[in-house]
């Protein structure tokens, strides 16, 4: 009853976006808002008068007046010729007898955050909050928008309601804006020296499935099983993700897993990069081909939750969320970077310790992914190491990275899996420490004397809940900076089909 009351809600609130009629921009596309730079052309839409002429033209460093377009079903929507980074401009939608007007438009480029609680943190929650705040005043070319937590059964054309509209930034709008955003908006802007736009639609608490189309869900046996809630599958998607479609965007950032930890988790290798696939998709049919059909996608990998814990769930999304590669950008998933947090644990949080309070290293570990994939910077180091090659000896376990490593040596974070039977090992079967006794510039040496060498069957790093302290895990790369990923390597597994 309540859920038909609401739909019927969601109904009139759709109806009456497109029925009065006035000529106007649709509901993301506002006064300091940043548009996509060029190669790209920006899109742009609105209502009007059934019939009428709408003409944009463009004031500012360059001027530019698109062709006229019809509004169509109370719709019209054009694309601009591109425009390179700056502003501002004043952008106006004319018919023949009223205008609309958007200033102080900058061109820039356009990330799009999504994901749970750890996306939607505050500002205001973050360790030195009052002196990231302070620092707002100096990056008024980093604009924000944020849209309204809604939900919806069906695709909804534009958003239900805006919860910030475009805005220049100040100590106070950001407070309630999300951190990962602002900060990763804000170090690519000293890195870009260009406008970034934020566009910010996460909401706390939500699965992958929420945010991702039926199409998605299908490609992953998600569409119409007995376990899934079908009423919660797509409402995300459908309200604060698909409204978004018709805009230009470079790229989109992603915090989430949490809530996939004990739910669908041994789909998470499918569900995830297919939403990902959907979502470049979609984006790029509903920009008419403007946003780029791989555009890049950085995530952040699961912080931590519970100190102590053996429950799979963080150690599983992890690997998954890398499509059980380890490591991104990976054949399954191209044109993606990560954040590795698993050594971030803030066991004091005053807001759980599964909302780990250090939002700048996350940040910052997503802008480098995002220099090197996004925007193709040679030589920035932006994985931590991966083995590339495990040799077993009698005696030891031999590993060699992709890189020189750091090394701070651990009896336990390395656990060998014993069996005497071939088979895969999981999360039930019996692992044992596998102490670091040296090292070297790329290589590890484990000892595996608490197992038969001819019964080591699986190696595996950093595979808890919280596996270290605050950046203290024992293999970093050269440089100290980034963590390696945690890996499963299992003897036995069958590859492929
Ligand atoms: C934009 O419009 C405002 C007021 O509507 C005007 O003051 C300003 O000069 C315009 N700027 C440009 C670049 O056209
Ligand atoms: C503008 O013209 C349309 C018809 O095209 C008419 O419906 C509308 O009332 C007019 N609006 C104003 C403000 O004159
Ligand atoms: C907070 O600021 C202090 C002083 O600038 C700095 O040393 C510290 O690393 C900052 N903490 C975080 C989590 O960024
Ligand atoms: C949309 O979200 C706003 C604020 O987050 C809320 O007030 C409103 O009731 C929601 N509307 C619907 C239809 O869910
Ligand atoms: C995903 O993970 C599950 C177990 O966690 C495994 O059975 C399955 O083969 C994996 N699927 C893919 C596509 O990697
Ligand atoms: C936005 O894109 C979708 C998907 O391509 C399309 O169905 C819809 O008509 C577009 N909306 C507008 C206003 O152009």
Redesign the pocket.
């Known amino acids: 009853m309540a859920e038909t009351l609401l739909f019927a809600v969601l109904m009139l609130l759709a109806s009456l976006h497109d029925s009065d009629g006035s000529l106007r921009f649709?509901s993301y596309y506002g006064d300091h808002m940043v548009l996509q730079k060029s190669p790209e052309r920006a899109v742009l839409?609105g209502y009007g008068p059934e019939g009428a002429q709408v003409t944009v033209s463009l004031s500012g460093p360059i001027n530019h007046k698109t062709l006229p377009v019809t509004v169509t079903e109370g719709?019209w929507?054009v694309s601009l010729n591109p425009v390179d980074a700056g502003g501002p401009y004043n952008v106006t939608a004319a018919i023949h007898n009223s205008t609309v007007i958007l200033t102080d438009v900058l061109f820039g480029d356009v990330w799009l955050c999504g994901g749970q609680s750890n996306m939607y943190f505050q500002m205001s929650q973050i360790f030195n909050a009052s002196e990231e705040l302070a620092l707002a005043a100096k990056y008024p070319f980093v604009r924000t928008f944020m849209a309204a937590l809604n939900l919806s059964k069906t695709e909804q054309?534009d958003l239900i309601l805006v919860e910030l509209p475009w805005s220049v930034p100040t100590s106070g709008n950001l407070v309630s804006f999300s951190a990962v955003c602002w900060l990763f908006g804000r170090y690519m802007y000293d890195y870009l020296k260009y406008p970034i736009g934020l566009v910010e639609s996460c909401w706390g608490g939500t699965p992958v499935e929420a945010w991702s189309s039926s199409r998605a869900l299908q490609q992953c046996g998600l569409g119409q099983t007995e376990d899934s809630p079908k009423d919660e599958n797509s409402v995300l998607w459908n309200a604060m993700i698909h409204p978004l479609?018709?805009m230009t965007l470079k790229g989109a950032i992603w915090y989430q897993g949490e809530s996939n930890a004990n739910y669908h988790q041994d789909n998470y290798n499918c569900s995830f990069p297919a939403m990902i696939d959907d979502w470049r998709m979609?984006f790029h049919?509903?920009s008419g081909g403007q946003t780029a059909m791989d555009f890049p996608f950085g995530f952040v990998q699961l912080s931590t939750y519970q100190k102590e814990s053996t429950d799979n769930g963080f150690p599983e999304i992890r690997w998954h969320q890398t499509a059980d590669f380890g490591f991104v950008p990976n054949p399954r998933m191209k044109q993606t970077f990560m954040a590795v947090a698993l050594d971030l644990p803030d066991a004091t949080s005053p807001y759980g310790t599964i909302h780990p309070r250090y939002k700048q290293d996350v940040a910052y570990r997503l802008t480098l992914g995002a220099r090197a994939v996004a925007y193709k910077e040679k030589d920035v180091p932006f994985q931590g190491p991966f083995c590339n090659q495990i040799i077993l000896t009698q005696t030891y376990v031999h590993i060699t990275y992709d890189q020189e490593v750091s090394v701070t040596p651990s009896k336990d974070i390395f656990e060998i899996c014993c069996s005497k039977i071939k088979e895969q090992c999981g999360p039930k079967s019996l692992w044992v420490p596998a102490p670091i006794i040296q090292w070297d510039l790329k290589t590890v040496q484990l000892s595996i004397s608490s197992c038969p060498s001819d019964e080591v069957a699986a190696l595996r790093y950093a595979w808890r809940d919280w596996p270290c302290d605050f950046k203290a895990c024992p293999i970093y790369s050269a440089s100290g900076i980034l963590p390696a990923p945690p890996f499963i390597a299992n003897q036995y597994q069958r590859y492929g089909p």
């Open positions: 649709a839409w719709i929507r054309i479609l018709n979609a049919q509903g």
